[in-house]
């Protein structure tokens, strides 16, 4: 079982990017995004299920930031826009199974699976 989490890169305070995960080895009820900012806790960011009826944003990136997935394909999105410099991160993606439903979304400890992490710097 492997995520693979592609996408970061530098970009102007203002700008877009779109973080792509891959997963490969099974199929996954939940997925998730997460960041950790050098010197901070890893800290949420969105969550899918597996139809895509629910989702969840946190506060800071809500409104600018779009989860989305394609089972099809395995693979869940997030786009990016109007970037500020303290969206600057390490961008996890994290997944899951069935066992919580759409309970405990935003806990790092109910993701089971991994990606390895992709940088986004935002300058200011």
């Known amino acids: 079982v492997q995520l693979q989490a592609s996408g970061g890169g530098l970009v102007q305070a203002g700008g877009s990017l779109r973080l792509t995960c891959a997963a490969s080895?099974?199929?996954?009820?939940?997925y998730a995004w997460f960041r950790q900012a050098p010197g901070k806790e890893r800290e949420f960011v969105a969550a899918?299920?597996?139809?895509?009826?629910?989702?969840y944003y946190s506060d800071s990136v809500k409104g600018r930031f779009t989860i989305s997935r394609d089972n099809a394909k395995n693979t869940q999105y997030l786009q990016m826009n109007n970037l500020k410099f303290e969206d600057t991160a390490v961008y996890l993606c994290?997944?899951?199974?069935?066992?919580?439903?759409?309970?405990?979304?935003?806990?790092?400890?109910?993701?089971?699976?991994w990606g390895q992490g992709t940088l986004v710097t935002v300058s200011s």
């Open positions: 994290a997944a899951r199974g069935s066992r919580y439903g759409w309970n405990y979304v935003s806990d790092k400890g109910a993701y089971a699976y």
């Open positions: 080895g099974r199929t996954f009820s939940t």
């Open positions: 899918i299920s597996s139809s895509s009826i629910n989702i």
